[in-house]
């Protein structure tokens, strides 16, 4: 990432709530978002609007890219999908009955600090992590002095966000899990990543501690 003269502002959101085809059972498959979904976007995008939002990305998942269409139309501006920001993969895991103890394991190997750990025929921690910053690096680069609304998933926010940010611990997501649709403020300029809030408080993150 180029060195940022003013910091781009990220609003990264956990997509709307979803449903999938196969309830109870893993899946690659984003799923599709709910009634229920739809009405946490407007509300976001009523709490955000006075922002001046500059653009709306998501990844190219389902309830993803449906949040951030509708987002982008309650905001009047264009969404764009963003490869990198989507969830991370069950690999051969899908189509078990969940919630599946493997999977657990792997993301909470992960928070402890072992980016080795994979689901079977899925991407490691490294990869994740690899791929999320990087789309979400490209993403400041376009937009600095501005602010932005991204919308992704609860596994790669919850591994990603924590971990690369200069005053973020790694376990953060299991003292506060992400709910749907409530952004992680994160600024990025030349000096790294900062997260400013966390979802499910309105006070900044601070301290630096390691999982």
Not at 102 to 110: D, I, R
């Amino acid at each position: 990432m180029s060195d940022l003269q003013c910091p781009a502002t990220l609003l990264v959101a956990r997509h709307g709530d979803a449903e999938y085809a196969l309830a109870g059972v893993l899946s690659d498959d984003g799923g599709r978002m709910t009634v229920r979904g739809r009405e946490q976007v407007r509300h976001l995008a009523g709490q955000i609007r006075a922002r001046r939002i500059a653009a709306v990305y998501s990844s190219r998942m389902a309830p993803a890219v449906e949040s951030a269409e509708l987002a982008a139309s309650e905001l009047g501006l264009q969404h764009v999908v963003v490869e990198g920001l989507q969830e991370f993969s069950v690999g051969d895991l899908a189509e078990v009955s969940s919630p599946d103890e493997q999977t657990q394991k792997v993301f909470e190997a992960w928070l402890l600090g072992d980016l080795d750990a994979a689901c079977p025929g899925a991407e490691d921690g490294h990869l994740v992590v690899s791929r999320f910053t990087k789309a979400l690096g490209e993403i400041a680069d376009l937009h600095r002095g501005e602010t932005v609304l991204v919308f992704s998933h609860g596994g790669a926010m919850g591994l990603v966000l924590p971990r690369v940010s200069v005053n973020g611990r790694n376990n953060l997501a299991t003292a506060r899990p992400l709910p749907n649709c409530v952004p992680a403020e994160v600024e990025i300029d030349g000096d790294g990543w900062r997260l400013i809030s966390w979802p499910g408080t309105t006070d900044q993150v601070t301290g630096s501690e390691e999982a």
